[in-house]
């Protein structure tokens, strides 16, 4: 029998759970594939290093950051104990309120999550918690809302939560944020909204920032205030639900209006300056090419060396077109200026030009090499030339002279075409004669001015080659290459600082974003001359500020400098500094072209004085330091040796001399001439006598050319009297020269006339007859006729005089064996007002410290004696100064005697004195005394 096979009944719900274990087989399967599909393709990421790029920032003198270095992201990071506690609640009651609870991932955030992008669509709304938001911002690029990239957030979520404690995540996450208006972290964000540090924030403005990330386009109060407030309640509430404040606490911050600081320019601040610290940062950590960016991105400290009270001012003066002259068509007159501390070497101001717009301009005042012009001619002649010996009272010849070159013979001349003959060196520099700085660089040597001007740091000279600086031209600053502004400040620096070059620098220190100092500036320091030397050379460069081409920029305190103008005006430089500072303004254009009309003392120094009178402000007023072996004496201003009997008053000047190098020769610049009294040419046979005894000056070395110096008045006559001389007209032909002079008593009344003559055919048989008259053309009649004198006398007195009359007279020779006469030439004698002549009064004297006054006491020579003479004393601040009403001192006392003290006197400053003697009876004046220089340091 066949045996039949059971009936199985299909049971549905067992099949229903096989399919549903199959499924979640499937499903489970698929999950894991998906996941281990997602790991494998992690993309690059380091947990170790989530700090991303931090902004540099620049930081002035006073360790007051001025500037951050333009990055991608505004971004300064703060250790956990630095972020207020406030802060850490505001942004956990509204981002993450779990945050404490889970270890990146949240379930219980993720099934919220998953029911609004079922209902209202996916991406609707984020799951992830701060953790994985930072993973987002912070260690994974390119962010985008994908099931994968969610897998991989979490993964590295749950690692940073193995790795850092909640409060390390939570800085970082603050730290690593966008708040909007380019803060992407919590410090640049308070800075940006309210000026003021994170760790200062209240519980409004704490609450304000942690809802501003969610959306910083809207929520930003800048933008929108209502929307803002209105975000700032949602997060008080929050943190009233967390039991973080109190409803009262969060009521009262609600009501507190926003106090913004407001948005800055967000445009390059100081950035002439800030370009300069770039490329020092660059030398000094050895960074190239693309390494260089790293000083935008690592957070770095530049502790520089800038003055932004100076700083501030310049780039107002700049900022300013009529402060500048104006250009061509479409070009500007460009400009750069340097300010440095001369005794350290810190830049405390930089200025690259005009107009400077961005980052990484041309910065003029480093890397645009101009000719100096006479600015050189301290640097390259005059330092280096007082160095050898010589000294402010040297006398060079101001005259053109030609020179062999190269190029074939060169003169070099003047820029005002002017020459003034035998000048001192201060003179020299006063006016910035260039046909002496030529002549003394001759005498130096041209390789010593080279390898002076190489010791002060400036490194654009070229040595040798088809065109090079070793010629006569670099007396003038006729360069190869030129020189930049900050070169020439720092080398100039030196004679503000006694001799000491400080190479110039604008980094203090630099800290990486861990605070460790990574550099710190050691000056490189070098003596390149005697402190006597620099002050030399400073006392000159005063002269120039004082009463030469640099007057333009007097302050309330000793300044020194020089002008430069180039050839064809091209460049136009101002250099100048006080004990404290020394600063420097070029001005020309790009493109070198003829300026018209801009000079050096006219244009750039006004520029400098506006500058550095901010820059002093709060300084107090000091004098130069004056070294030990500097000496006072007064010297023959055209010789500039010792004072000879022949010096002329008006040419004794008192000058200062290294004490190494006082001159002991007497002068012998003037020498004794016989001349006409009456035409002041060579005498002749014909002149009257007696004749004037000159004093004249007599020229080392004659000039040469078609135009005289100034001083050849001073030098003996060339030619013969051309008024009595043989030929002159009214000059008898006979032979026979009458001259004569008055007779007067001791009290210098008129007693009478003596007179003598000369005559060719003289002897025993001669018999001369003497005619007078009161009027001119004396008559030869018996009733004129005064008197006779026989057997060849050739002297006859005329003592019948009349003290309110003229007397004309004539000589008749007679020979009294042939009866021939000869008439002679007639002659004035004129009523002497006085015979006691008035001599210029020789001046001494000296200073007394009296505290902060100083007194000064005068003394001089009698003019003269037994007359009533009273004396005029006259002072200045200005040497080489004109005497008048406005600076006559002591106008209300009759001074008789010859001496007087001036009491008073501020001190830190040098005084000129002259004086003047006046007969009260015959109105006679002396000529001026002496110049005597009184310093008061």
Known sequence: MTRKRPQYKLRYGRVILLAVLLASFIIVGAGIGFVVGAVRNMPPYDINNITGDLSSFVLDKDNQVVTSLKTDKNRVELKSNEIPKVMKQAIVAIEDQRFYKHHGFDPIRLGGAVIANITKGYGSQGASTITQQLVKIAVLENPEKKLRRKVQELIIALQIENKYSKDEILALYLNNIYYGHGAHSLQTAAQTYFGKDAKDLTLDEAAMLAGVVNLPGRYSPYLNPEKAKQRRALVLNEMVKMNYITQAQADQAKEKPFKLAGLKNTGFKYQSFVDYVIDEAAEKLKLEGSDIGKLYTAGYKFYTTL??????????????????????????????????????????????????????????????????????????????????????????????????????????????????GLISMRTAIQWSVNTTAVKMLQKIGVSEGFRFAKSLGISTLVESGPANDMGLSLALGGLTKGVSPLELTAAYGAFANQGVYVKPHAIRKIEDSNGHVIYEHKPQKQVVMTPQTAYLITDMLQTVVQAGTGTKAQMDRPVAGKTGTTSFDVDAWFVGYTPNLVGTVWMGYDVKEKMEGIYGGSAGAPIWKKVMTVAHKDMPVTPFPKPDNITEVQVDYKSGLLPSNLTPPEFIVTEVFNSAYVPTEVSNAWIQLPVCPESGQLLTDFCPTPAVTGVFLKRPIPWTGNVAPQDAKLEPPKDYCTLHGPGAPGTPITGLRLQGTPITDTNDHFKGVKLSWYFSQNDASTVFQIYRSTNPGVPLSTSNKVGEVSGGGTTWQDNHVNGDSNYYYRVVALNTRTGEQKVSNEIVIQRPQSTTTLKAPRLTGEAYINGSTVTVKLRWEKAAENRPVVYYIFRSETPNFEPNSTNQIAVNESITDTKWTDTGLPRGKTYYYRVIAFDMETNQQSPLSNQLKVPTN
């Open 307 to 420: 003055d932004t009270k100076t700083q501030d001012a310049a780039e107002a003066v700049f900022a300013d077109d009529k402060n500048f002259p104006a250009g061509k068509k479409d070009k500007i007159v460009q400009s750069a200026m340097v300010v440095l501390d001369p005794h350290t070497g810190e830049i405390r101001t930089l200025i690259g030009g005009r107009n400077q717009q961005g980052q990484r301009q041309f910065n003029r005042a480093v890397d645009a090499t101009r000719q100096p012009g006479s600015a050189f001619k301290p640097i390259a002649v005059y330092a280096p030339a007082l160095e050898k010996g010589y000294g402010p009272a040297t006398v060079i010849d101001d005259v053109p002279e030609e020179y062999p070159t190269p190029q074939g013979p060169k003169t070099f001349v003047n820029y005002d075409k002017q020459y003034r």
